[in-house]
């Protein structure tokens, strides 16, 4: 055996290692590159199915905002806003997602939680309010307990609305989510922003043309002093 016979011997396991340990890491790299895609698919449809659920969480701030403006408090809360791919795959796809993306994602979870988190606060002071209610001295409820209920029960109603269009936003524009100060689409926001709060006036003024009387019937408190 020749001297260019045995470099051979000794070469080729040397080569099949390094070509098997290659195809690993390009088999890896394209494995993780499909899964991360998937990833991100999944989180643009998670979006879609958060915009369903955040109208109807809007829905039921409205209902609860007509309920105030009869000087009542709404005595239930909706289920919770559900972000579950988020929240445990979002690590995963972040690397693949350009900085608009990015800021929007975030942007859009952040509020997610903030409104779960309102809505924890909302149920507990409804609680509150309605044991209140419920003591042998109704007078226990007082106006103020009313403003606070009210105030919150705005801000909440305010945070689904930005929600609402801010998923919207960012289906309407996937590649490139751009919020940028002084951008035409930020200054649609603000308006949007300035459209809500006329809206929260609306339908506390529509509410004097509902009846306490139906909601009674599905047991909701007016407990104010001197009310119902």
């Known amino acids: 055996m020749n001297r260019v016979e045995l470099a051979e011997k000794a070469i080729l396991p040397l080569v099949s290692v390094l070509a098997g ?3 690993a890491q ?14 991100r698919r999944c989180l643009i449809e998670e979006l879609k199915d958060l915009l369903l659920e955040i109208r109807r969480t809007r829905l039921f701030y409205e209902r609860a ?10 005595a239930s809360v909706p289920s919770r806003l559900n972000n579950y791919i988020f929240r ?3 690590k ?9 993306q990015r800021i929007s994602f975030e942007m859009i979870h952040t509020l997610v939680e903030g409104i779960n988190d309102d ?15 419920t003591l042998a001295n109704s007078s226990r409820f007082t106006e103020n307990d009313g403003q606070v209920w009210g105030s919150k029960i705005r801000a909440v ?18 590649r490139s989510p751009d919020l940028s100060p002084n951008t035409e689409h930020h200054k649609r926001y603000l308006a949007c922003l300035e459209s809500v709060a006329r809206e929260i006036d609306r339908i506390l003024g529509s509410a004097k ?4 009387e139906d909601f009674e019937k599905v047991g909701i408190p007016f407990p104010w002093p001197g009310e119902g």
């Open 119 to 133: 809505t924890n606060v909302v149920g507990k002071l409804a609680g509150e309010l309605n044991t209140k209610n």
């Open 209 to 212: 043309s509902l009846r306490k």
């Open 65 to 74: 905002l007509q309920i105030y403006g009869l000087k009542g408090v709404e």
């Open 21 to 23: 340990w290659l195809l």
């Open 26 to 39: 390009v088999t890896g790299i394209f494995r993780d590159y499909f899964r991360n895609r998937r990833i």
């Open 92 to 100: 995963d796809a972040v690397l693949g997602l350009n900085a608009n």
């Open 157 to 174: 109603y305010r945070n689904v609305a930005a929600a609402e269009w801010h998923v919207r936003y960012h289906l309407e524009h996937v």
């Open 88 to 90: 445990n795959y979002y």
